[in-house]
């Protein structure tokens, strides 16, 4: 029988895309950050130190991502930092999610040439 206090499992969906996922985040950030404070006071939460997160990439098998420097005109960063601090998310993330979601695309497009 299941304890009556405990709460069900956080259910998040698979996205298709970074952008679908922050805006789901997005739409559900009270709901979720009501949770989080729980966790806290709770102390059922654990900050994730930089040592945890080594160890954690480590188990995952997963290098992390290289390393890229690329010069953007002004104005098309400025666009970027505007539109992704309306999606709630940082410049670099949101430009990365524009530039998988646009190769992918070109990528399907191509098959079907």
Do not use: C
Not at 47 to 71: C, D, H, M, N, Y
Not at 94 to 113: C, F, P, Q
Request: aromatic share 6%; hydrophobic share 40%; glycine share 4%.
């Amino acid at each position: 029988m299941k304890n009556q206090n405990e709460k069900p499992k956080r259910v998040v969906p698979a996205f298709a895309t970074e952008a679908e996922e922050a805006e789901w985040w997005f739409r559900n950030r009270a709901k979720h950050g009501k949770q989080l404070l729980a966790a806290v006071k709770s102390g059922k939460a654990q900050v994730l130190t930089q040592e945890k997160l080594r160890e954690r990439i480590a188990a995952s098998g997963k290098a992390p991502a290289p390393v890229v420097s690329l010069r953007i005109p002004e104005a098309d960063l400025a666009l970027a930092r505007k539109q992704a601090e309306q999606k709630g998310l940082p410049y670099q993330t949101y430009i990365k999610s524009l530039l998988h979601e646009t190769l992918t695309e070109r990528e399907k497009r191509k098959v079907g040439w």
